[in-house]
């Protein structure tokens, strides 16, 4: 489903991201880890078109993405999450859910403004679609919790909100960027069980994550960066027993790598 070849990124002079080669099979969950400063979020910065590539290629079901506007990737059915949280925090839960379906909405700026009877009907199907992606996480974000505003939430359901406003775009592929990060060993095992669930849903998950316990237990495979190059890659085992992975993570044993 998404093929990167041989990319390359710089700022200056410092290289970021230097030939990097990471392939992701349909309803597979990769998992890309490394120390930080390794380039992990700059490759997510780079598939989703906030950063443009010096070199490479990136494509998506065969097709080049290169050079394509975020919200035309995201209509093609890439979306993803953010290591610091992007909600809307004074929109309620349902409304930050329905802001993810408007890359793909029909009604115009004179329907929109007077609320046109095909604008009406837009919204309650767009309002429809964002409860049932809802119902996805239970009661946590369902029911009296849609009209909540979003900063009424705990961490660990902001979390599952920008999710759901992923979901929401129509996406086959998600990038999660530290879904985990700030959560207690509890939660930190809610979401992993939740991360398997979406494959289990048909999507496609590339993971960048520092909770090993999450990697461990859901990555069909590993990829690991250090200073912006791929350096090992294979099953959770093989690359935690890797000596230049060991090595990458400065000093860190491989039990607490484990």
Known sequence: MLHITNLNKAFGGLQVIHNLDIQVGRQEIVS?????GAGKSTTLNLITGIYKPDSGDIR????????MQPHDI???GIARTFQTLRVFLNMSVIENVMTGAYCHTNSGLFSTIFRMPGWRQEEEK?????????????SRLQGYRYDQPA???????????????AMMTDAKLLLLDEPAAGM???????????IGQLRDEGYTILLIEHDMNVVGKISDRVAVLDYGQKIAEGSYEEVTTNERVIEAYLGRRHEELG
């Open 126 to 138: 767009i309002r429809q679609m964002a409860e049932e992606k809802l119902s996805f996480f239970g």
């Open 151 to 165: 900063y009424s939430l705990s961490y660990a359901n902001r979390r599952r909100l920008e999710i759901a406003r």
């Open 60 to 67: 998506f079901e065969g097709e080049s993405i290169l050079g």
């Open 74 to 76: 995201t209509k093609l």
């Open 32 to 36: 890309v880890i490394g120390p930080n």
């Open 184 to 194: 207690n060993p509890h939660e930190s095992a809610e979401i992993t069980d939740l």
